[in-house]
């Protein structure tokens, strides 16, 4: 009972699901991405191995739509199953059983699949799909919110709303660049789901985005660094001039309290993003 879009950027190899549905925490049952592999997206009478099954078969060079085939061919149950995959290399597929509730369907093409089950209607899954289309060069968050956002605002579940997640994977995408998980967000229960998912993608990016350009702070801005970092109990003083390693420890420490490593850079370089928050939180 849910409406649902997996896709890939076909520039960086990223690979996601959004998601939103009248049903509690539809983040934990429907959306699964590994990075490098692809994504799935499972509902309806929800067969949650169809996540980690579909990843697996994948990963194992299966294409999309073979998986679908052997969830056809395996699943005593699959008369009232909907799911929609799409692999590392952008090849997709989408299933509906004939089962599911009205309004249900779904569309595949090149790194997309969507679907949805007790829509208002296909009108849906048909803004959805043009809002993918619209969203031609923006980073794959923010490409299937906005899909997401469209197939809400053209009536979504036709029971209402309650949840949605967002979960990305791409290589190196997560925390350190350590990991391919990327984007994990999720509004268990709430008025506006979508809305909110779009609130937590902003902070996500403000805390999480790494630097798009670098440049060195200023006379003022340093100066204002060191006062602040000072009256904030970082250091309990710092010298004048050049950046030096006592104001870049400091700043490190500040930082980290602000869980803006991600958008640390060291040596006196900052990025900007990074310096107008710290400027709107302690003031300029």
Request: proline share 6%; hydrophobic share 45%.
């Amino acid at each position: 009972m849910t409406f649902s879009i997996v896709g890939r950027d076909p520039r960086t190899g990223d690979v996601g699901v959004a998601v939103a549905s009248k049903f509690l925490a539809v983040g934990a049952l429907v959306p699964f991405v590994r990075g490098g592999v692809g994504a799935v997206a499972t509902q309806s009478f929800v067969n949650p191995t169809f996540g980690p099954v579909g990843l697996d078969r994948l990963a194992q060079g299966h294409a999309p739509a073979q998986v679908r085939a052997q969830f056809e061919s395996e699943d005593a149950g699959i008369v009232q199953r909907q799911f929609g995959l799409v692999d590392a290399s952008g090849r997709s597929a989408t299933f509906t059983g004939p089962g599911c509730h009205a309004w249900a369907g779904g569309v595949a093409a090149e790194n997309v699949a969507i679907q949805g089950n007790i829509l208002a209607g296909p009108e849906v899954v048909d803004a959805m799909l043009a809002a993918w289309e619209a969203e031609v060069g923006a980073a794959l968050p923010w490409r299937l919110l906005r899909a997401l956002q469209a197939g809400d605002v053209a009536g979504g579940d036709r029971r209402g709303r309650q949840s949605a997640a967002l979960l990305c994977a791409g290589p190196g995408r997560g925390y350190g660049g350590l990991t391919d998980d990327w984007v994990n967000l999720r509004a268990d229960d709430h008025a506006d789901p979508c809305g909110e998912l779009e609130r937590l993608l902003g902070v996500f990016d403000l805390l999480f985005g790494r630097p798009e350009t670098t440049r060195e702070f200023t006379v003022e801005e340093l100066g204002w660094l060191r006062r602040t970092l000072v009256v904030q109990g970082y250091a309990p003083q710092l010298p004048e001039g050049p950046w030096d390693p006592a104001t870049e420890a400091a700043a490190w420490a500040l930082y980290g309290t602000e869980n803006l490593e991600e958008r640390w850079v060291p040596g006196g370089q900052v990025d900007p993003v990074a310096l107008a928050y710290l400027r709107r939180q302690f003031g300029t």
